[in-house]
Nanobody, 117 residues
């Protein structure tokens, strides 16, 4: 399974970015697709996730600013981030959970988002 993400960069506070992630190489069903972020020295934390049934979960800091979506026809999902803040600076990772006799997680390579004040 190959998971590739893109869309990070350097922006100013208040700007927007859209991250994209595509998974390939598996014919198994997907349980969920998500986005996480991590700062050096800190634990990786959930940002948002969307299940195969379309149920969406946002953590508090993402509510009202970030939107997760997916392309139903492809194994592609997105994270639209609006009104970015310096504290959003982190490495962002996409995650996909397939189901084959149990959950099977895969991660993207990470993309850096830097928000300047």
């Amino acid at each position: 399974v190959h998971v590739v993400e893109s869309g990070g960069g350097l922006v100013q506070a208040g700007d927007s970015l859209r991250l994209s992630c595509t998974a390939s190489g598996s014919d198994f069903s997907i349980n969920s697709m998500g986005w996480y972020r991590q700062d050096p020295g800190k634990q990786r934390e959930l940002v948002a996730e969307i299940t195969d049934t379309g149920k969406i979960n946002y953590v508090d800091f993402a509510k009202g600013r970030f939107t997760i979506s997916r392309d139903g026809a492809k194994y592609t999902w997105y994270l639209q981030m609006n009104d970015l803040k310096p504290e959003d600076t982190a490495d962002y990772y996409c995650n996909v959970e397939f189901w084959h006799e149990g959950p099977d997680d895969y991660w993207g390579q990470g993309t850096r988002v830097t928000v300047s004040s």
